[in-house]
C-alpha cells in the first residue's frame, strides 16, 4: 500500500508555471506506474499525464502536451509535473494517483483513471487571466 501526498498548488497567471508534486511512502516507490489528473468545477476528472514505473515511457493529454512535463526520483519517492504557459483552462485540482506493477509487467503508463488503485488528496491551481 502507498500513501499519496500533492503540494506545489496555487494562484498563478496565465503564461506563468508550477511544479506540482507527489511524495509516496512506502520503500517500493519504483514498483508503481503514477499519474496526474485534474478535475474543474463542474466536470469530470480528466487525464493529465503519466509515467512508467522506471520513468522511461510518459504520456500526455493533447491539452498539455508541450507545456506540462512529468519525471520522477525513485529515491526521492516522488513524482512532479511541471507546468509552464499555463491557461485559465488549466483551473482544476489536480490529483496524483499509483498503481503497482509486478515486476515482469511492462514498464509502461496508464491514462485511464480506473487502472489506478491509489489517489491523493489534491492540490488546487488556479491561473487567472
Known amino acids: 500500500q502507498v500513501q499519496l501526498v500533492e503540494s506545489g498548488g496555487g494562484l498563478v497567471q496565465a503564461g506563468g508555471s508550477l511544479r506540482l508534486s507527489c511524495a509516496a511512502s512506502?520503500?517500493?516507490?519504483?514498483?508503481?506506474?503514477v499519474g496526474w489528473f485534474r478535475q474543474a468545477p463542474g466536470k469530470e476528472r480528466e487525464f493529465v499525464s503519466a509515467i512508467s514505473r522506471s520513468g522511461g515511457t510518459t504520456g500526455y493529454a493533447d491539452s498539455v502536451k508541450g507545456r506540462f512535463t512529468i519525471s520522477r526520483d525513485n529515491a526521492k519517492n516522488t513524482v512532479y509535473l511541471q507546468m509552464v504557459s499555463l491557461k485559465p483552462e488549466d483551473t482544476a485540482v489536480y490529483y496524483c494517483?499509483?498503481?503497482?506493477?509486478?515486476?515482469?509487467?511492462?514498464?509502461?503508463?496508464?491514462?485511464?483513471?480506473?487502472?489506478?488503485?491509489?489517489w491523493g488528496q489534491g492540490t488546487q491551481v488556479t491561473v487567472s487571466s
Open positions: 494517483a499509483a498503481v503497482y506493477r509486478l515486476p515482469n509487467d511492462r514498464d509502461y503508463y496508464y491514462s485511464g483513471a480506473s487502472e489506478y488503485v491509489y
Open positions: 512506502g520503500r517500493t516507490f519504483s514498483t508503481y506506474a
